[in-house]
């Protein structure tokens, strides 16, 4: 028996001595978050599942595990000899979590899950299931009590502020604005959970989820007054001071529950279901009125203003500029020298730490090659870490946080010879990537209508790739954030919003054949004005990285005359602006692998 089937086995233990007959879990923390600290990675305890979006349900008798297409891979290989079976999410005959929990509930039946690691829309629907089975439901439980034995604990590192200057705006110019926004909603008050929002409005940053700089922490927005609960071992004296001189009154973290069920609260209250924890809004409602509606600060978080825009400019430049050294080094060195997934990775996390104003990676460098490039999340371990041959391709998805935005990008390599079937497929998802880059689109679109321009290249074949297009990005914050988003497919829960000015998205298609290879080219993008016309008004995109696509692996055969207009003219700019930042062999490296095709 395997360490997940014997925990799986453990759990089944409590769950038999307190009556419970399925037990679901999520990989989210107590804000709904993508990216978790080690505290709260209990799917990942009992499963041995590492993606970032899973649920998982422990019955009597079987447990299944629920992902997105960008795991489905690496799941496979991380469930064998667990127990649990792969639940694949949107595939065909795959039942959707609440689908199973309709099918399988049966009166008498109690479902128990955490109620501060389920959203309040995910809550509302498993009691709504359960009631119509005629089964009851627990959320005061965690699965881990009791089980976890070396349970890491909360993480806990001093915050620090960004200033009024970096940030473009104040404190209290954004919570006026907010709490203008609340009211036009119907709400008095604003209770946030999701830390970016709290992080972004406060202009405080911190170090407790890995890669993300955000403060466990939740924040109740009065008509007079603002409530913040964090540890108290990460108050600084500055932002002591801070919070002070803006009349923020500061609470102990674990003081939400009781202070949401007997201080003073001023009704409504608005909280948005699909970032505030079941218990939170279970809490606020057995007091009060609660609109469910976005939150003002997802939107405002969203759309950069001009400091943060320029600043973003600044950085994406700087960073465009290591990743091109890099990708100069790989060239110049691959088959002189040894190249590991790992070695690579390092050498480019090396380029970036050197950068002004670095604080540190966006996500853990993905450095995959060969077949470890067909897992789209894929990550190299000392088990797994493959050498770089002379031959097919190396993938590598990279980013870094620093004073002035955040960066996110994905380049795709030849390592040496190409089959054509390789050359196609590379060929492909760079025109895929260069006609959503180039797309022009009236004010109203959402990422449904952008998707097209990226796919449609793909479809065209009669291929797809089993994850979104294009996510928002954070300053000087979480390399994914909403609402903005570009895909064709929404699901439960997922947002659709019109894309606005000052708005920063990824371009990522890709094309992923499993047990041989993956590509994938992703360049960010910044929404402008285009034009006004008797049509309408206009919106165009602009290129925040600056960084060749691999001439090697392009065959223009799969190209049509606008294609190679388009990367000829990227490359062009290209040249341009990373120039001044190279020199001798670097530079005549740049010259070669931007040349006109």
Known sequence: MNTAAMRIASLRDVMNARSIDYFLMTSSDYHMSEYVGDFFKVTEFFSGCTSDNVVLIVGRDEARLWTDGRYFISAAGELAGSGIDLMKMGEPGVPTVRGYLKEHLAAGNVLAFDGRCISAVDGAAFRRLAEAAGASV????????????????LPSDPVFLISDELAGASFAEKLEAVRMSTACSGGKSLMLSRLDDICWLLNLRGNDVACNPVVLSYL?????????????????????????????????????????????????????????????????????????????????????????????????????????RFLCWFKKTIGKEPITEISAAEHLDALRAQLPGYIELSFPTISAYGPNAAMAHYSASEESNATVEEKGFLLVDS??????????????????????????????????NLALLNARFLHGCTGRNLDTYARMPLWDLGINY????????????????????????????????????????????????????????????????????????????????????????????????????????????????????????????????????
């Open 399 to 432: 980013g870094g946080t620093y004073m002035g935005g955040t960066t996110d990008v994905t380049r795709t390599m030849a390592a040496g010879p190409l089959t054509p079937e390789q050359k196609r497929d590379f060929t492909l998802v760079a025109v895929s």
């Open 220 to 324: 109740l927005i009065g008509p007079e007054r603002v409530d913040l609960f964090m540890q108290e071992c990460e108050r600084t004296d500055e932002f002591l001071a801070y919070a002070e001189k803006n009349n923020i009154t500061l609470h102990p973290y674990g003081d939400i529950a009781r202070f949401l069920a007997e201080e003073e609260i001023v009704f409504p209250v608005l909280a948005e279901a699909s970032g505030t924890s079941a218990l939170v809004q279970e809490l606020l409602e057995k007091r009060g009125t609660v609109i469910d509606a976005i939150s003002p600060t997802e939107v405002m978080k969203a759309i950069k203003n001009p400091v943060e825009i320029e600043n973003s400019r600044r950085v994406y430049l700087q960073d465009s500029a290591a990743l091109c």
């Open 466 to 597: 089993n994850h979104g297009t294009g996510h928002g990005i954070g300053y000087i914050l979480n390399v994914h954030e909403g609402p903005q988003n570009i895909r064709w497919k929404f699901g439960p829960g997922q947002k659709e919003a019109v894309f606005e000015p000052g708005m920063i998205v990824s371009d990522e298609p890709g094309i992923y054949i499993e047990n041989g290879y993956g590509i994938r080219t992703e360049t960010i993008l910044l929404t402008v004005e285009d034009m006004t016309n008797e049509y309408g008004r206009w919106l165009r995109f602009e290129p925040l990285t600056w960084a060749p696509i691999d001439l090697d692996a392009i065959d223009t055969a799969w190209m049509q005359p606008r294609d190679i207009e388009r990367l000829n003219a990227y490359h062009a700019q290209v040249r341009e602006k990373i120039a001044p930042f190279l020199e001798g062999e670097e530079l005549a490296w740049l010259e070669e692998a931007t040349r006109a095709i």
């Open 138 to 153: 627990v959320t005061d439980l965690d699965p881990a009590d009791g089980i976890w034995n070396d349970r890491p604990a």
